[in-house]
């Protein structure tokens, strides 16, 4: 079986513009997660989904970040603008609850 | 709010034991265990889902202990191929996970 699949898995983008980050979670899996994960903060959770819809998003750090899950085999984390403290590694992860299985991430650098 | 994890950093050589300890100031119902080797994403070993529940993945066991709101990992005769950083993920009430700030560990030939 194919495990998370994210894209890009690189991006470096210039401060202000806008990045999407997409994410396609293991079928079957009901719970769909965001991580960023930087030296400073270690792993930290941004917003977790239930069946496509959010169920806790109070660790997205500013309105400058969102996420969609418009179906069951796709999710989107979206930064506009982007600024240099966002450069991190951004994972998903998707799960039944008894684990979650994390995808390759995506290194995201602002200039 | 973070899990406490012990020690920060251990070094082993090959054939050794480590313990690494994880605990939380909130109730727990489960625990998570993680290992994310450099460069990678991480995976998922267990989760312990009872109290004084104890489970085992190869050589790696861990344990949870819910009225002191612990858990450990134990990694017995330890292999090159566990190098990585381990983390403990404490399920409170919610259901999301808090993960622990890591153990490094290095195994030495």
């Not at chain 1, 930064?79 to 290194?107: H, K, L, M, N, W």
């Not at chain 2, 819910?66 to 983390?87: D, I, P, V, W």
Request: hydrophobic share 30%; with cysteine.
């Amino acid at each position: 079986d194919a495990g998370v699949i994210q894209s890009p898995r690189h991006e470096v983008t210039e401060m202000g513009q806008e990045v999407t980050l997409r994410c396609k979670p293991i079928s079957g899996h009901d719970y769909l997660f965001w991580y960023r994960q930087t030296m400073m903060r270690g792993l930290e959770l941004l917003i977790y989904f239930n069946n496509n819809v959010p169920i806790d998003d109070s660790g997205m750090p500013e309105d400058r970040f969102s996420a969609k899950m418009p179906n069951a085999s796709f999710s989107t984390l979206k930064i506009q603008p982007s600024e240099p403290r966002d450069s991190a590694v951004y994972f998903c992860a998707s799960g039944r609850g008894r684990g979650q299985f994390f995808g390759p991430g995506t290194r995201l650098t602002v200039l | 709010q973070q899990p406490v994890q012990s020690p920060q950093a251990v070094i082993l050589r090959e054939g050794e034991d480590a313990v690494i300890n994880c605990s939380s100031s909130k109730a727990l119902y489960s625990v998570h265990w993680y290992r994310q080797k450099h460069g990678e994403a991480p995976v998922f070993l267990m989760i312990l889902l009872k109290g004084g529940e104890q489970k085992g993945h190869d050589k790696i066991s861990a344990s949870f202990n819910e009225k002191k709101q612990q858990s450990s990992l134990y990694l017995t005769a330890s292999q090159l191929s566990y190098s990585g950083t381990y983390f403990c993920g404490p399920h409170g009430s919610a259901r999301q996970l808090t993960f622990g700030s890591g153990t490094q560990l290095t195994v030495l030939p």
